[in-house]
T-cell receptor, first 116, second 114 residues
Framework: AQTVTQSQPEMSVQEAETVTLSCTYD???????LFWYKQPPSRQMILVIR??????QNATENRFSVNFQKAAKSFSLKISDSQLGDAAMYFC?????????????FGGGTRLMVKP | ETGVTQTPRHLVMGMTNKKSLKCEQH?????MYWYKQSAKKPLELMFV???????ENNSVPSRFSPECPNSSHLFLHLHTLQPEDSALYLC?????????????FGSGTRLTVV
């Protein structure tokens, strides 16, 4: 079974600084998808960024970017110019190849605190 | 509003009660999911429905009973729960089962079993 590990239960960053959240996963598949979700105090899980494993280029969405290391099975999230609104729980998630049997598997989450 | 609405937002129930959680989406999605989020544990997939048919049940105790009357509504019926069932229950939907993206989550129901 696939597993997703987030080794940092909590992280803090100064406003306007950069922070990197770590994620590793275990899979025997070569084609899969990785995601970062944000869960603010409102509790709604919001998709931040996604990466297809067959793409070598790292995904970027505005201030959010990933460092995808396929061989190392590592998928870290970098948040640049951190803002107070970035404070939330962040979950890394894995999904296998496109077929009906594959669902999202989540890591345990990292709580990000942003200091003004 | 995300497009996936869950009610109630909070629920406190005794171990002998029967209650139901409701999830509704009008995004035109065909797949719906129930996840359990407990403190200090990864999200756990409980049930998956595709076109109103259950396609996965991850060994969930029978005191949890899902129902999907149509592609827009999903219920989780609860009876004789245990205190360890206290958690945040999240509903999600996606356009199709077996596709990589497009999970839309609701804001969850915070359940406390006393």
């Amino acid at each position: 079974a696939q597993t997703v590990t987030q080794s940092q239960p909590e992280m803090s960053v100064q406003e306007a600084e950069t922070v990197t959240l770590s994620c590793t996963y275990d899979t025997s598949e070569s084609d899969y998808y990785l995601f970062w979700y944000k869960q603010p105090p409102s509790r709604q899980m919001i998709l931040v960024i996604r990466q297809e494993a067959y793409k070598q280029q790292n995904a970027t969405e505005n201030r959010f970017s990933v460092n995808f290391q396929k061989a190392a099975k590592s998928f870290s999230l970098k948040i640049s110019d951190s803002q107070l609104g970035d404070a939330a729980m962040y979950f890394c998630a894995y999904r296998g190849p496109n077929n009906a049997g594959n669902m999202l598997t989540f890591g345990g989450g990292t709580r990000l605190m942003v200091k003004p | 509003e995300t497009g996936v609405t869950q009610t109630p937002r909070h629920l406190v129930m005794g171990m002998t009660n029967k209650k139901s959680l409701k999830c509704e989406q009008h995004l035109g999605h065909n797949a719906m999911y129930w996840y359990k989020q407990s403190a200090k544990k990864p999200l756990e997939l409980m049930f998956v429905y595709s076109l109103e048919e259950r396609v996965e049940n991850n060994s969930v105790p029978s005191r949890f009973s899902p129902e999907c009357p149509n592609s827009s509504h999903l219920f989780l019926h609860l009876h004789t729960l245990q205190p360890e069932d206290s958690a945040l229950y999240l509903c999600a939907s996606s356009q199709y089962l077996g596709r990589a993206y497009g999970y839309t989550f609701g804001s969850g129901t915070r359940l406390t079993v006393v």
